[in-house]
């Protein structure tokens, strides 16, 4: 399934519309990554997450898609309900 879906993605990537696309999601892609990545750093699933932030499961799954970028506040709680704190660094394109 995975290989299936990494070809998939290398086939619509050769495209040079798709892949400005796909280039310009990526700080979305990589906040949703880092959510992700807490939650299972913390051992918690989405629904248990979601109870401990007093919203819903399919709110975190909003988030950890990508789709929709979390306020400062929405970012802050999620990192204090995995037991993490938020880091924010802005750095000089090369």
Do not use: C, W
């Not at 700080?27 to 989405?46: D, H």
């Not at 399919?58 to 993490?84: K, V």
């Amino acid at each position: 399934m995975l290989n299936d879906l990494k070809g998939v993605k290398a086939r619509l990537l050769k495209d040079p519309e798709a892949s400005a696309e796909y280039a310009k999601q990526a700080p979305e892609f990589a906040i949703a990554r880092e959510l992700i990545a807490a939650r299972v750093r913390a051992g918690m699933t989405q629904a248990e997450l979601a109870q401990r932030m007093s919203t819903t499961q399919s709110t975190i799954a909003r988030l950890e898609s990508g789709r929709m970028l979390p306020s400062m506040r929405t970012f802050s709680r999620y990192a204090q309900a995995t037991n993490s704190h938020p880091v924010l660094r802005l750095v000089a394109k090369t």
